[in-house]
T-cell receptor, first 113, second 113 residues
């Protein structure tokens, strides 16, 4: 079983739709969970950073972590064409510091005007 | 907003040549990283660096790779004798420390011919 699994899509939605992006993982030691957005030929840009289980909201974005199911989600409300990008989940056991992040493969999202 | 900067944005080199990829991390950050992303694949951890030494490295980071912080602002990745399979995007990242998220640069696209 892969350490982090993410459906690569592609996912195509109309403008204004609610988008749900998901990752599953196998390592129960993971406690820090991140979502990055990556535009073509650019570096990952941090969107959400959460610790342990629960929800976190930032504007149109909501991150959910369910550690009991080893499942994390990112919801985008009122999606915009500018949200078109690849979304990467990433996680680590200790958060920052010297420890590596483990990434999902990324989900490519297109929001159509 | 402070950002991680990387140069060059694109480097083309011949197999067997040495390359140095350069990064300027965010100024008050203490931990530095290199990740790479082969086209169509996951972002993969290479190495983390703290207090002027390597904290952790992956199995990819073999004797052909080295990192250095030659002064107070730059962080470099050297590949001694490039191979075709080293062709990838190389991302530098930095963080203030434990519990803080990683911030990535826009990457250097390395093409080995």
């Amino acid at each position: 079983q892969k350490e982090v699994e993410q459906d690569p899509g592609p996912l195509s939605v109309p403008e204004g739709a609610i988008v749900s992006l998901n990752c599953t993982y196998s390592n129960s030691a993971f406690q820090y969970f991140m979502w990055y957005r990556q535009y073509s030929r650019k570096g990952p840009e941090l969107l959400m950073y959460t610790y342990s289980s629960g929800n976190k909201e930032d504007g149109r974005f909501t991150a959910q972590v369910d550690k009991s199911s080893k499942y994390i989600s990112l919801f985008i409300r009122d999606s915009q064409p500018s949200d078109s990008a690849t979304y990467l989940c990433a996680m680590s056991a200790r958060g920052g510091g010297s420890e590596k992040l483990v990434f999902g493969k990324g989900t490519k999202l297109t929001v159509n005007p | 907003e402070p950002e991680v900067t990387q140069t060059p944005s694109h480097q083309v080199t011949q197999m067997g040549q040495e390359v140095i990829l350069r990064c300027v991390p965010i100024s008050n950050h203490l931990y530095f990283y290199w990740y790479r992303q082969i086209l169509g694949q996951k972002v993969e951890f290479l190495v983390s660096f703290y207090n002027n030494e390597i904290s952790e490295k992956s199995e990819i980071f073999d004797d052909q790779f080295s990192v250095e912080r030659p002064d107070g602002s730059n962080f470099t990745l050297k590949i001694r004798s490039t191979k075709l399979e080293d062709s990838a995007m190389y991302f530098c990242a930095s963080t203030a420390g434990q519990g803080s998220p990683l911030h990535f640069g826009n990457g250097t696209r390395l093409t080995v011919t």
